[in-house]
Structure formats: structure tokens, C-alpha cells
């Protein structure tokens, strides 16, 4: 099970930018590909940013593409991922997680809002 600490989100109006942050105490997150999945209100819980262990590789879900950027810092055991240019439809709860997901280590989420 991944401990993940994740932190940012919040109100926004549209266009604007958030960052969030994945931190893990204990176990190395450089042994992980890592995500970053949400789930909206009545909509299934999708991917929308991975990253490869090693930061090499990244790949996005068609709807952020351009807008979000996944990045991690091994050395200090964090995973981030960059929102520009929000739009309404981005309103979620956005989790972070292993690629493929634990399913014990989802945790609660960070709300992201995007409304004027």
C-alpha cells in the first residue's frame, strides 16, 4: 500500500491554474510509474496524466493534453502535476496513484473546482 500525501487544488476560475503534489514517506516512489486519475460526479474514474519511473515518458488523456504536465522528483519523493488553462469540465476529485493503481492506496482525493 502507497501512503500518499496529495495537497493544491481548490477554486479557480476558468483559465486559470492549480498545481498539485503527491508526496510518499517510506517507499520510494521511483520504484512506481506513477498517475494522476480523477473522477467526476456521476462520470467513472479516468487517467489523465502518467509518468514512467524514471520521468522519460510521459502520456496524457486527449482532454488535458497541452494544458497538464505530470512531473516527479525522485529525490524528494513527489509527483506534481501542472493545470493551466482549466476549463469547467475539469472539475473532479483528482487522485494520485501508482500506474496501474493500487487499489488500497487511492486515499481521498483532492477537490479541484472550476467556475466563475
Known amino acids: 500500500q502507497l501512503q500518499l500525501v496529495q495537497s493544491g487544488g481548490g477554486l479557480v476560475q476558468p483559465g486559470g491554474s492549480l498545481r498539485l503534489s503527491c508526496a510518499r514517506s517510506?517507499?520510494?516512489?521511483?520504484?512506481?510509474?506513477m498517475g494522476w486519475y480523477r473522477q467526476a460526479p456521476g462520470n467513472q474514474r479516468e487517467l489523465v496524466a502518467r509518468?514512467?519511473?524514471?520521468?522519460?515518458?510521459?502520456n496524457y488523456a486527449d482532454s488535458v493534453k497541452g494544458r497538464f504536465t505530470i512531473s516527479r522528483d525522485n529525490a524528494e519523493n513527489t509527483v506534481f502535476l501542472q493545470m493551466n488553462s482549466l476549463k469547467p469540465e475539469d472539475t473532479a476529485v483528482y487522485y494520485c496513484?501508482?500506474?496501474?493503481?493500487?487499489?488500497?492506496?487511492w486515499g481521498q482525493g483532492t477537490q479541484v473546482t472550476v467556475s466563475s
Open positions: 496513484n501508482s500506474d496501474p493503481p493500487d487499489s488500497t492506496s
Open positions: 509518468i514512467a519511473r524514471s520521468g522519460a515518458n510521459r
Open positions: 517510506g517507499i520510494m516512489l521511483r520504484l512506481y510509474a
